[in-house]
């Protein structure tokens, strides 16, 4: 985030009052909550924006957002769904190292096997995200590059003030569009996988 130049330019203005490193130490001391501040702020706008935008798409979407119960839990995830897919796909940003690190964004799905919709989801977002990878858990994601490591000091400005709206309509963006892309797919997919026999 600082250039070797601006850090010795800080170090110096820390150092030369007594109450100055005072203050670096206590910003130091409270780094992990300022942090925690920042992303949860940040959450709140991503979450309020993709309930306005889920509109767009119908009234039947919602948006869950269980990344602010733990913001730093691996697999927790903001994302939005239809009450129709029965908790079996999800679209939106998921955690999949904790810390706040390696966010995607995708479909997940769970409950129905790896491959169940033949590439579909994945042809159907050819040309309209960048492309993607597919595996057990996802029928495709996506890195959410550039924000994709929110324990990056300059990714974790990039949350805040003007930026953090960019980032805010960034990754709704690419959110609204694999929803839209891939919602008649997987509405077919939930009716055939309910379908399916059951074993007794």
């Known amino acids: 985030m600082f250039s070797d130049d601006d850090q010795e330019e800080v170090v110096r203005f820390v150092f030369s009052k007594e109450e100055n490193v005072e203050l670096a130490l206590a910003v130091m001391a409270a780094g992990q909550a300022i942090r925690e501040k920042i992303i ?35 697999g927790l995830g903001l994302y939005l769904v239809k009450e129709d897919w029965r908790e079996t796909y999800w679209v939106g940003l998921w955690s999949e190292r904790g810390e706040a690190r390696d966010f995607v964004l995708g479909i997940w799905h769970e ?70 892309a891939t919602e008649g797919i ?9 379908k399916r026999p059951q074993k007794e």
Do not use: C, H, M
């Open 40 to 74: 949860r702020e940040f959450l709140t706008k991503l979450e309020d924006e993709l309930w306005r935008r889920a509109k767009e798409l119908g009234e039947s979407w919602k948006v869950v957002n269980e990344l602010s119960k733990d913001p730093f839990k691996r």
């Open 111 to 180: 409950g129905v096997p790896q491959g169940f919709d033949g590439g579909r989801i994945r042809e159907a977002l050819e040309g309209r995200v960048r492309s993607g990878i597919t595996n057990d858990q996802y029928p495709f994601y996506i890195w959410a590059d550039p924000y994709r490591d929110w324990a990056d000091e300059a990714t974790l400005s990039g949350l805040v003030g003007d930026r953090g709206s960019q980032a805010v309509r960034a990754l709704s963006d690419t959110t609204l569009t694999i929803a839209a």
């Open 186 to 194: 997987i509405d077919k997919l939930v009716r055939d996988w309910l």
